[in-house]
C-alpha cells in the first residue's frame, strides 16, 4: 500500500526556516517523480517544487531561491528546505507522487500525503 | 503560464441529483492532460480523473469527466451523500502545471 507521511511543520517567525519531511512506503521515491504542494487557508491547491526520478529540480517563482527540494534514498524520503520564510508561505504542505505521460515534464498527482501545517508569524 | 477557472464558486444540490463542474484554461492545454480532484474538509485531496476522461482507480462511475482545449467538465450522474466537498481541476500538459481554485459543492 502506497502511503505519504509528511512531518516538520510548525509555527516559524518571518525570515525564519524550516525542514519539511515526507516519509513513503509502497514504492520508491527515486523512482518517480515527487512534488510539493501547498494550500494556503481557505485557498486552492499550488504547485511549489518537483524533483525527478533523475533529480532535477525545478521551482515555482514564489519560491525559487528560497526553497530546496531533495531526497535520502537511503531512507526513501522526501525533504522541503524552507529558508527565508514569509507570511505568505503560511500553508498545508503536502507532498504527493505525480504520475507523468510519456514525452511531458509534468503530471497529475496519484498519492497525497495528510499535509503538514506551516504557519509563518511572529 | 496556464490560469483555470472554474465555475460556478459554489453549488448547491441535493443527494440524487445532477452536479455539473466546469473548468475552463486560459491557452489549449496539450493532448487534454487535465485532471480533477476531490477534497474534503481536513483532508488530502484525491484523484478522479486523468487524461480529462479517465477514472482513477477506486472511483465510482457515477463521476466522469469530459472536454477538450479550453473547456472541460466534470459529470457526478447522481449525487450521493459523501460527494459534497471542494473539487478542483489541474492541468499538466504546460509547465509549470497549474490549479484551478475550485468548486464548493455543498448541500441544498
Known amino acids: 500500500e502506497v502511503q505519504l507521511v509528511e512531518s516538520g511543520g510548525g509555527l516559524i517567525q518571518p525570515g525564519g526556516s524550516l525542514r519539511l519531511s515526507c516519509a513513503a512506503s509502497g514504492f520508491t521515491v527515486s523512482s518517480n517523480y515527487m512534488s510539493w504542494v501547498r494550500q494556503a487557508p481557505g485557498k486552492g491547491l499550488e504547485w511549489v517544487s518537483v524533483?525527478?526520478?533523475?533529480?532535477?529540480?525545478y521551482y515555482a517563482d514564489s519560491v525559487k531561491g528560497r526553497f530546496t527540494i531533495s531526497r535520502d534514498n537511503s531512507k526513501n524520503t522526501l525533504y522541503l528546505q524552507m529558508n527565508s520564510l514569509r507570511a505568505e508561505d503560511t500553508a498545508v504542505y503536502y507532498c504527493?507522487?505525480?504520475?507523468?505521460?510519456?514525452?511531458?515534464?509534468?503530471?497529475?498527482?496519484?498519492?497525497w500525503g495528510q499535509g503538514t501545517l506551516v504557519t509563518v508569524s511572529s | 503560464e496556464i490560469v483555470l477557472s472554474q465555475s460556478p464558486g459554489t453549488l448547491s444540490l441535493s443527494p440524487g441529483e445532477r452536479a455539473t463542474l466546469s473548468c475552463r484554461a486560459s491557452q489549449s492545454v496539450s493532448n487534454n492532460y487535465l485532471a480533477w480532484y476531490q477534497q474534503k474538509p481536513g483532508q488530502a485531496p484525491r484523484l478522479l480523473i486523468y487524461?480529462?476522461?479517465n477514472r482513477a482507480t477506486g472511483i465510482p462511475d457515477r463521476f466522469s469527466g469530459s472536454g477538450s482545449g479550453t473547456d472541460f467538465t466534470l459529470t457526478i450522474s447522481r449525487l450521493e451523500p459523501e460527494d459534497f466537498a471542494v473539487y478542483s481541476c489541474?492541468?499538466?500538459?504546460?509547465?509549470?502545471?497549474?490549479f484551478g481554485p475550485g468548486t464548493k459543492l455543498d448541500i441544498k
Open positions: 504527493a507522487r505525480q504520475d507523468v505521460p510519456y514525452g511531458v515534464k509534468t503530471g497529475y498527482f496519484d498519492y
Open positions: 487524461g480529462a476522461s
Open positions: 489541474q492541468q499538466f500538459g504546460n509547465s509549470p502545471l497549474t
Open positions: 524533483i525527478y526520478s533523475g533529480g532535477s529540480t
